[in-house]
């Protein structure tokens, strides 16, 4: 029955009753379906947007109030919006409420987080999908950048929080301060700590202005953590303000990703590892006589150095001698991936409640902040009336019975996964209290899906290969501000003003002259020169193996085939997309190309060389080699254009990028690897959101 139909037969009434009860339960931290527990094995797969699976889905389809260029009507096949043209060429803004250098910071670091997904025909938890699949793929270079979201996200955040706390107890600005400690003792006077605590959180839920009176904002940098006075950023220039360094920074948001890369690079063994080690995308296949069969491992050089230590020190080292080396390296590598899956737990939930907090469209406003308002108010009311003896009697008593009870908490969880297994998935916060709320990689894709669902897909974030000015950032009232009549900081403009300006010295200031021997470099030129020497050596070497990987490719080789045209050449032009992609598919140029004015929208490889010229659209005369339904796409993993070794090699001695590939599999199992695709992220961005698929991360 439509809709028209149920609102005649109904009457209009009903329609609007529907929409206020699908609202109250949007609210209540209920979960969206009980499938995984009721019905765990029920798959239902969709092969287009307008299918709205999800509601990620449902949120690209709608029709919002505040609209951007990316959510207008366009007639033709796909709208180009800026493809490859600098920053402020692009129009603004391409989604509605959302500035372009936001979106284009979450879809930058979706890039670096998501690499492989596979398509999950179940229900997915919270109504979205792209969750992390409980047994994902872990590789170093994958613990690695799950290491760096979580400095960007939990690091950061707490950073800012220890330096609110500290500008308070500063007493520097003063009326603020007082404000707060009268509040703090007229509550404990009348016994209304906690009272005023829920009511405190209520109102920074629900009022997001109280957020910025309550805690006035201030550049991390710029803050000291001893004094909660001004301080000189450890840049020596406050050239970003949401970054703990104050470096200067040519994107919004490129400080703190540069920043979270320099903070984990200091980690040993296992983070050693990662910082060199194998990549998630899927490391090319290797044969006898490959790039990676001649390079040496650089992962090993940290457990070469620790065993000459050893050895230097009058120590036996190896495995032959050490007879512990073998199992604790085996338990600590096989302890790895839940530790990576526990970190990326943790990076999640900060997101989420970020995103519950503060909500970018094209997701609700209200209705999360409204959910977490309705668990803590209930708080404030029963704390006027519990007291402190009442609670710390039931708080006894609950560890007690959790340390006594087991033989009554055994049999019930047994009852109970006996009775409904996978209970434990409804609990979950994802599903409860953070239902509907997005991750910054599900948020990434819902707003790639509005680009898409519109025929508009998103531009590409803009690069630069020029370093960042090292001049001062513009500072607004959304960056520094005061309550009240107090100047920011306390501050006079000339102390802001110093504090502010570039100083060269600053960033090799260090605590003293035993750090200054410990991180300064004796090599000088010498050692300067020993590298340029193996440097030339290596390219040398390197340019030979690639010129053999040609000759390999002739005879038949598909390695060779898979890495032909993975370093581009220096004048080559990378212009490519919305609709057509450069790439090679078993070794011969071509295309990949996206074509949706046809009845079912697919993605084709063609050899064709006029694509170059006069594109693809509404051809045809173009005959392609292979072409998969966008709806028939179940897999999509990115792949390295050489091996992990091989691309540290190669990109360190000959400094030019290499050209990756992307894997695309069908849901009959067939397979395609397109290789020497410049803009592959950019390709595996619109197949990720051009279909009904329902994605899960590995």
Same mark, same amino acid.
């Given at each position: 029955?439509?809709?028209?139909?149920?609102?005649?037969?109904?009457?209009?009434?009903?329609?609007?009753?529907?929409?206020?009860?699908?609202?109250?339960?949007?609210?209540?931290?209920?979960?969206?379906?009980?499938?995984?527990?009721?019905?765990?094995?029920?798959?239902? +797969?969709?092969?287009?947007? &307008?299918?709205?699976?999800? =509601?990620?889905?449902?949120? #690209?389809? /709608? *029709?919002?109030?505040?609209?951007?260029?990316?959510?207008?009507?366009?007639?033709?096949?796909?709208?180009?919006?800026?493809?490859?043209?600098?920053?402020?060429?692009?129009?603004?803004?391409?989604?509605?409420?959302?500035?372009?250098?936001?979106?284009?910071?979450?879809?930058?670091?979706?890039?670096?987080?998501?690499?492989?997904? +596979?398509?999950?025909?179940? &229900?997915?938890?919270?109504? =979205?999908?792209?969750?992390? #699949?409980? /047994? *994902?793929?872990?590789?170093?270079?994958?613990?690695?950048?799950?290491?760096?979201?979580?400095?960007?996200?939990?690091?950061?955040?707490?950073?800012?929080?220890?330096?609110?706390?500290?500008?308070?107890?500063?007493?520097?600005?003063?009326?603020?301060?007082?404000?707060?400690?009268?509040?703090?003792?007229?509550?404990?006077?009348?016994?209304?700590?906690?009272?005023?605590?829920?009511?405190?959180?209520?109102?920074?839920?629900?009022?997001?202005?109280?957020?910025?009176?309550?805690?006035?904002?201030?550049?991390?940098?710029?803050?000291?953590?001893?004094?909660?006075?001004?301080?000189?950023?450890?840049?020596?220039?406050?050239?970003?303000?949401?970054?703990?360094?104050?470096?200067?920074?040519?994107?919004?948001?490129?400080?703190?990703?540069?920043?979270?890369?320099?903070?984990?690079?200091?980690?040993?063994?296992?983070?050693?590892?990662?910082?060199?080690?194998?990549?998630?995308?899927?490391?090319?296949p290797t044969e006898e006589g490959s790039p990676d069969d001649s390079i040496p491992d650089p992962s090993g050089v940290a457990v070469a150095a620790a065993e000459a230590k050893e050895v230097s020190a009058g120590r036996k080292a190896g495995a032959k001698h050490d007879k512990t080396k073998v199992p604790v390296e085996?338990?600590?590598?096989?302890?790895?991936?839940?530790?990576?899956?526990?970190?990326?737990?943790?990076?999640?939930?900060?997101?989420?409640?970020?995103?519950?907090?503060?909500?970018?469209?094209?997701?609700?406003?209200?209705?999360?902040?409204?959910?977490?308002?309705?668990?803590?108010?209930?708080?404030?009311?029963?704390?006027?009336?519990?007291?402190?003896?009442?609670?710390?009697?039931?708080?006894?008593?609950?560890?007690?019975?959790?340390?006594?009870?087991?033989?009554?908490?055994?049999?019930?969880?047994?009852?109970?996964?006996?009775?409904?297994?996978?209970?434990?998935?409804?609990?979950?916060?994802?599903?409860?209290?953070?239902?509907?709320?997005?991750?910054?990689?599900?948020?990434?894709?819902?707003?790639?899906?509005?680009?898409?669902?519109?025929?508009?897909?998103?531009?590409?974030?803009?690069?630069?290969?020029?370093?960042?000015?090292?001049?001062?950032?513009?500072?607004?009232?959304?960056?520094?501000?005061?309550?009240?009549?107090?100047?920011?900081?306390?501050?006079?403009?000339?102390?802001?003003?110093?504090?502010?300006?570039?100083?060269?010295?600053?960033?090799?200031e260090t605590g003293g002259p035993d750090i200054d021997a410990a991180k300064g470099s004796k090599h000088g030129k010498r050692g300067s020169k020993i590298a340029n020497f193996f440097k030339g050596t290596t390219k040398g070497a390197v340019k030979t193996i690639i010129g053999t990987d040609h000759a390999r490719a002739?005879?038949?080789?598909?390695?060779?085939?898979?890495?032909?045209?993975?370093?581009?050449?220096?004048?080559?032009?990378?212009?490519?997309?919305?609709?057509?992609?450069?790439?090679?598919?078993?070794?011969?140029?071509?295309?990949?190309?996206?074509?949706?004015?046809?009845?079912?929208?697919?993605?084709?490889?063609?050899?064709?060389?006029?694509?170059?010229?006069?594109?693809?659209?509404?051809?045809?005369?173009?005959?392609?080699?292979?072409?998969?339904?966008?709806?028939?796409?179940?897999?999509?993993?990115?792949?390295?254009?050489?091996?992990?070794?091989?691309?540290?090699?190669?990109?360190?001695?000959?400094?030019?990028?290499?050209?990756?590939?992307?894997?695309?599999?069908?849901?009959?199992?067939?397979?395609?690897?397109?290789?020497?695709?410049?803009?592959?992220?950019?390709?595996?961005?619109?197949?990720?959101?051009?279909?009904?698929?329902?994605?899960?991360?590995?």
């Amino acid at each position: 029955m439509s809709a028209d139909e149920d609102a005649q037969q109904n009457g209009p009434g009903q329609g609007q009753n529907d929409s206020s009860v699908r609202s109250m339960l949007d609210v209540l931290p209920i979960p969206s379906t009980t499938q995984p527990v009721t019905d765990p094995d029920q798959n239902e +797969k969709a092969n287009t947007l &307008a299918e709205e699976p999800t =509601l990620s889905h449902a949120l #690209a389809t /709608d *029709d919002h109030e505040e609209k951007g260029l990316a959510q207008t009507d366009h007639d033709e096949e796909v709208a180009d919006l800026g493809w490859n043209e600098k920053q402020e060429e692009i129009s603004a803004p391409l989604v509605g409420g959302l500035e372009n250098e936001d979106l284009w910071l979450l879809v930058r670091r979706f890039n670096k987080q998501i690499y492989h997904v +596979k398509e999950v025909p179940t &229900a997915v938890p919270g109504d =979205l999908d792209l969750n992390v #699949a409980d /047994d *994902d793929d872990f590789s170093p270079d994958k613990l690695r950048a799950t290491l760096e979201r979580l400095y960007m996200t939990a690091v950061v955040g707490l950073l800012g929080a220890v330096k609110h706390t500290v500008r308070l107890r500063s007493w520097r600005e003063t009326r603020r301060t007082s404000c707060f400690c009268a509040a703090y003792l007229t509550a404990w006077i009348f016994d209304l700590i906690v009272p005023l605590l829920t009511l405190t959180i209520v109102t920074l839920i629900v009022y997001p202005r109280s957020r910025d009176v309550l805690f006035p904002p201030a550049p991390l940098a710029l803050v000291d953590t001893k004094t909660g006075g001004v301080q000189k950023p450890k840049a020596g220039v406050l050239g970003s303000t949401e970054s703990s360094t104050g470096a200067p920074q040519n994107f919004k948001g490129e400080a703190v990703e540069q920043e979270a890369s320099s903070f984990w690079n200091g980690f040993t063994s296992i983070v050693v590892t990662s910082a060199t080690g194998k990549n998630p995308d899927a490391s090319a296949p290797t044969e006898e006589g490959s790039p990676d069969d001649s390079i040496p491992d650089p992962s090993g050089v940290a457990v070469a150095a620790a065993e000459a230590k050893e050895v230097s020190a009058g120590r036996k080292a190896g495995a032959k001698h050490d007879k512990t080396k073998v199992p604790v390296e085996t338990a600590m590598w096989t302890k790895m991936r839940p530790i990576m899956h526990g970190i990326a737990d943790v990076a999640d939930t900060w997101e989420r409640f970020a995103n519950a907090l503060s909500p970018t469209p094209p997701f609700p406003k209200d209705v999360y902040r409204l959910r977490l308002a309705a668990l803590v108010a209930p708080l404030f009311l029963v704390s006027l009336f519990v007291t402190s003896y009442m609670f710390t009697k039931g708080l006894t008593f609950g560890v007690g019975f959790g340390f006594f009870g087991d033989p009554i908490i055994s049999p019930g969880l047994k009852w109970l996964n006996h009775t409904f297994p996978n209970w434990q998935k409804l609990l979950e916060l994802r599903n409860t209290i953070l239902k509907g709320v997005p991750t910054n990689a599900q948020l990434t894709l819902t707003l790639l899906r509005l680009g898409e669902a519109n025929k508009a897909p998103l531009p590409p974030p803009p690069s630069s290969s020029e370093p960042p000015p090292e001049r001062p950032t513009e500072i607004t009232d959304a960056e520094l501000r005061a309550t009240g009549a107090e100047p920011p900081l306390n501050a006079t403009d000339e102390e802001l003003c110093e504090a502010m300006e570039h100083d060269p010295n600053t960033a090799h200031e260090t605590g003293g002259p035993d750090i200054d021997a410990a991180k300064g470099s004796k090599h000088g030129k010498r050692g300067s020169k020993i590298a340029n020497f193996f440097k030339g050596t290596t390219k040398g070497a390197v340019k030979t193996i690639i010129g053999t990987d040609h000759a390999r490719a002739k005879a038949g080789s598909h390695h060779a085939k898979n890495r032909l045209g993975a370093i581009p050449r220096p004048d080559a032009s990378n212009v490519t997309g919305p609709i057509d992609f450069k790439g090679r598919y078993k070794g011969q140029k071509g295309h990949v190309y996206i074509t949706t004015k046809s009845t079912i929208p697919a993605l084709a490889f063609s050899t064709d060389e006029t694509i170059e010229q006069i594109g693809s659209q509404e051809r045809e005369d173009l005959h392609p080699l292979w072409t998969i339904a966008i709806g028939d796409i179940a897999e999509l993993k990115k792949i390295g254009g050489y091996g992990w070794k091989a691309k540290i090699v190669v990109g360190w001695s000959l400094g030019r990028e290499i050209a990756d590939g992307l894997e695309i599999t069908d849901r009959t199992g067939n397979t395609r690897r397109v290789t020497a695709l410049p803009m592959r992220d950019e390709l595996f961005n619109r197949l990720v959101a051009i279909g009904g698929q329902k994605w899960e991360a590995w």
